[in-house]
Each structure stands twice: as C-alpha cells, then as structure tokens.
C-alpha cells in the first residue's frame, strides 16, 4: 500500500474545542486536565483510504485565534484544514465567512472541512436555533467531548485530500 | 542517544515558545493588573500597622534608649571575639556533619561538579581542536589529525575518561525535511528513534518561530540548536532542509566537511522538485542518507 504524508492544521477560534477534537481522533480520548494550547503541538494519525494510507500530520496552535496574528509557517505547506467553531458561543462563529476567506487566500489548494463542536451542550431546540443563525453551513456537528462525528471529520479531510493529489 | 530525550527537549523548546504567547503575556498583564489591586491593599493593611508601630514606640522611648547601648555593645564584642567564643564549636560541628554524612555531600556536589568540569572541558576542548585544526588543515588530511588525537587520548587515565568521552563525535540522527510543511523526507538514525514525524514537525517549528522572533533575512536561517549534549546542524537546501543531530566536540573545519558532504548528497540523491512525500521517497532517500552518513563517518574514522 503506497502510504503519503500531509501536513493537516486546526483553525478556529479560542477554546472552540480544537485541542479536544485531535486527542479524540488521535489518542480516543477527550482531555480531562484541560490546559489552554499556546504554542504549537504536533501529532499524527494515518488513515487508510482508496488502498492509501494517509498520514496526517496535524498542526495545533493555541493561543488568541485572531487569524491575522497566526504566524505564517503555521499555513504553510498544509494540505488541508479542520475549521472548528463552538455551537455553544455565537462569538466563535460570527466571523467565519471571513475567516474561511482568509485561509482559503492564503491555502488556494487546500481543502477546508467546518465542523461545529460542542453539540453536547445544545439540546434540540437549541441546536435548531443555533442553525438558523450560522454564517456558513458546516460540514459536520461534533462533540469532541461525547466522541460523536469526530473520527468522520478526519476522514473526509483525508479523502478530500487525496482527490486533490490526483 | 536516548531516542525519548530528544523528542522531549524539542517539545521543551516548543514551550518555551509557547510562553511568548500573546494570550500568555494577556493573562500575564491581567494577573499585574490583580497583583497591584493586592499590593494596594496590602500597602494599607501595613500602612496601618506602621502607625500602631509608631505609637507603641514613641510610648516605649524611654524603655528603649536604655537598652539599646547594651545590645549595641553585646554585638560590638561579638563581632570582634565570635571567633574566640564559638570558632571551636563550629569547626567542630562541620567536621562531624561532613564525617557522618560523606555519602550525601558526595551525592549532592558530584553531579553539580561533573556538569561543571564536563562543561569546562568541551569548551576548552572545542578552542583548542579549533586551533589544532587551523594547523594542521593545510598540511595533512582531515582523517588524520582525528587519528592522532584518538591515539592521543588512548589509554588515559581515568579522570581524563570525561575529556575522551566529550571528544567522541556521532551523528545520532540527521532528517530530511520538507521546508515548508515539515513533512519528513528521509532519516537517518543510529538509535531507531521512533516518532521521527514528530521531530520533523517540531523542528519545522522552532526555526521558524525562530525566524519570526528574529525578523529573519537580517540573520539569515537558524543554523544549529544547541540542547543540553547535542547540537543540531541545519543545512538548507532550496525545497528543504537537513537537520543533523551531533554529540561530542568538534570544529568548524568538521562541520564544513559535513556541510560539503550534505551539499554533494542532496544534490545526487534527494529530487529538485517534490511533489508528494510518500514512502517511495521516503525510502529511497533514507537509504541514500544512511549510506551517505557512513561514507563520512569512516572518512573521519569516528
Ligand atoms: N462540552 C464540551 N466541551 C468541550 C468539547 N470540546 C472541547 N470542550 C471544552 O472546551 C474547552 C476548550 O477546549 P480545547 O480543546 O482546549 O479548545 P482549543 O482552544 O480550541 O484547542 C475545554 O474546556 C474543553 O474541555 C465538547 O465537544 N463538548
Ligand atoms: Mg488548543
């Protein structure tokens, strides 16, 4: 099986879940001494698709998500991004049109998956509510802490990702 | 080299560049801003005392101006004769300590002294290579001063086993990484040190917040990274990078060596351009490194 490597980055406004949806997907848990990343975390997962396997280096940065203030190494050379918003916190999701903007300028190529997070935390009216005010439709809606969607989100990046390889 | 510490030391660094953060130097601004709110209050709480302070010794003035020359001469004479009362005493008690408990001051100065002499001596060591080496370069062939400097060192005794330790150079690990994703291109490494990804990634990392804290072209590219007994060594290529992860002393002369090796490598065995980084590359180039690496080791005979 031929195996490739991507480099994968989370963006996303401060504590949407970002941290959380990797130590899901990666080590299948949910982080319970939560900490606030502020530097740069490094982990990887490979997934097999289509006889591939896809190693996905994925990219965690922390701090304030003001994208502008980002550093550049932090975009380049990725393949694809995970754009994560909390559903619980309309200021996280007031700015994705430009957000998703932002990145797509700056990574022309690279497929970009938008996942609401937090789902736990809304009950059906609620979430209803919550999705009749959103800027852009996601992709998928998760809960890093319940496991729900997680596995689904990473695995279309990866598709995604090997579409554009072809 | 043990493969856990140099993945955790590049974490260490990481870190470190965490705590520039601007949301660390925020909350650091607010914690101020909650630390002088404290202070005030603290300043009343002892402006308050110092003036019940005041009051109790305006009333207590007599009783202290008549005890105050007694202290001040007690203090006078012991200043003078402390050593004629107590010399004995305290000679006499440190001798004990150290008698009774020889094994915990061994165990408490030996590795504060071993880092120091350890440190001492690789910098001595490194000058004085460099001078050797600024000799001899231009009359004998690079293999052979490292030649005579092993002969040299053969059969030393045992206080000098450090110096011939520190001297020892190896090339533990050297990564071929992609510049701008970070993505692992080929490795080499005398350990089997696993989570090789990781280490591409993390020092893809630290250079470039290392270029950011710098403003870069001003200082060109980070080109080693010195982390407790190992340096890095980066050499840059146009589409990527080599990263060489070195223990022992060496020279200038050494790394230019190495530089023209990498140079004369990457331009024979890694592609110009690089489209995927998939296994076929991976394998191709770490097979070429490791050869590569062992061609110049056994040219300096290390
Ligand atoms: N209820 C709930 N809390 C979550 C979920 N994901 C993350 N959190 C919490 O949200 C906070 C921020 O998570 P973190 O992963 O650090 O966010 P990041 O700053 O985007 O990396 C933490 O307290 C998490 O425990 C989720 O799906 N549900
Ligand atoms: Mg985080």
């Not at chain 1, 879940?17 to 990797?22: A, E, Q, R, V, Y």
């Not at chain 2, 470190?16 to 660390?24: A, F, G, H, V």
């Not at chain 2, 890095?232 to 990078?241: A, E, R, S, T």
């Amino acid at each position: 099986m031929r195996s490739i490597s991507k480099k994968v980055i989370l963006a996303g406004s401060f504590c949407v879940g970002k941290t959380s949806l990797i130590s899901r997907f990666v080590y299948s848990r949910f982080p319970f001494n939560y900490q606030t990343t502020l530097g740069v975390r490094i982990d990887k997962k490979a997934v097999e698709l289509e006889n591939t396997s896809i190693n996905m280096i994925i990219w965690d940065i922390g701090g304030e998500q003001s994208q502008a203030r980002v550093p550049e190494s932090y975009y380049l050379g990725s393949s694809g991004v995970i754009y994560v918003f909390d559903l619980s916190r309309p200021s996280s999701f007031y700015n994705m049109a430009a957000d998703i903007e932002f990145i797509r300028q700056k990574l022309p190529k690279a497929p970009i998956v938008i996942v609401g997070n937090k789902m736990d935390l809304l009950d059906e009216r609620t979430l209803e509510e919550v999705k009749s005010i959103l800027p852009l439709e996601p992709d998928f809606y998760t809960s890093a802490k319940a496991g729900a969607n997680v596995e689904n989100v990473f695995l279309k990046l990866a598709q995604a990702m090997i579409n554009v390889s072809k | 080299m043990n493969e856990k510490s140099l993945f955790e030391q590049l974490q260490t660094i990481l870190l470190q560049e965490e705590r520039k953060s601007r949301l660390e130097i925020n909350k650091k601004v607010q914690d101020i801003k909650e630390e002088v709110t404290d202070l005030k209050d603290e300043v009343e709480v002892i402006k308050e005392d110092v003036s019940g302070l005041k009051e109790d010794y305006q009333n207590d003035e007599k009783f202290g101006s008549k005890v105050e020359p007694i202290f001040n001469n007690k203090i006078k004479d012991l200043k003078v004769n402390f050593q004629q009362y107590f010399g004995h005493e305290v000679k006499e008690t440190i001798k004990a300590e150290i008698k009774y408990s020889r094994d915990e001051f061994i165990e408490t100065l030996y590795p504060i002294i071993g880092q120091i002499v350890r440190r001492y001596v690789k910098y001595q060591f490194d000058g004085f290579l460099q001078n050797v080496s600024d000799k001899m370069e231009k009359a004998f062939s690079p293999g052979w001063y490292w030649k005579r400097m092993k002969a040299f060192f053969a059969g030393v005794s045992s206080e000098e086993l450090l110096v011939k330790e520190s001297m020892n150079i190896r090339i533990e690990e050297a990564f071929v990484i992609h510049l701008e994703s970070g993505l692992l291109i080929g490795c080499y490494s005398s350990n089997n040190t696993t989570d090789v990804d990781l280490i591409a990634g993390m020092l893809t990392a630290i250079k470039a917040f290392v270029q950011d804290a710098f403003r870069e072209k001003e200082y060109g590219e980070l080109e080693t990274i010195e982390y407790g007994k190992y340096r890095i060594l980066i050499n840059h290529f146009h589409k990527y990078y080599i990263a060489s992860v070195l223990t022992g002393v060496f020279d200038s002369h050494f790394k230019q060596n190495l530089d023209k090796h990498l140079m004369h490598f990457s331009g024979k065995h890694v592609p110009d351009s690089i489209k995927d980084v998939d296994d076929r590359l991976f394998e191709s180039v770490s097979k070429r490194l490791k050869v590569s690496i062992q061609e110049f080791e056994s040219e300096y005979n290390i």
